[in-house]
């Protein structure tokens, strides 16, 4: 499974984007894969590989992040593992 987190975009050059990760550390990902214009501001979510795959509107962001805080809070790993079941 996996569960991608909305990062925030800091800047645009072209295909390229630089986004700032939840540690702090910035990032240049690639937007070819994404069919829309990104700005300074939008959050991306982000696949393995580092090419951008959706773009979050800021409010659609910060709720995820709301609820993936939350998933942690009740359970780190254990959290994830139950997604699956059911």
């Known amino acids: 499974m996996?569960?991608?987190l909305p990062h925030r975009v800091l800047r645009v050059a072209g295909d390229v984007a630089l986004i700032e990760r939840?540690?702090?550390e910035t990032v240049e990902v690639s937007l070819l894969?994404?069919?829309?214009?990104?700005a300074p501001g939008?959050?991306?979510?982000?696949q393995a590989g580092g090419f951008a795959m959706e773009r979050l509107?800021?409010?659609t962001a910060q709720q995820r992040l709301r609820d993936a805080?939350?998933?942690f809070a009740a359970g780190g790993d254990a959290a994830f593992e139950r997604?699956?079941?059911g």
Not at 33 to 38: A, H
Not at 42 to 46: E, P
């Open 2 to 4: 996996c569960i991608a």
């Open 69 to 71: 805080r939350a998933l």
């Open 33 to 38: 894969l994404l069919g829309e214009c990104v």
């Open 57 to 59: 509107d800021a409010d």
């Open 22 to 24: 939840d540690d702090g």
């Open 42 to 46: 939008d959050y991306l979510l982000i």
């Open 83 to 85: 997604l699956g079941q």
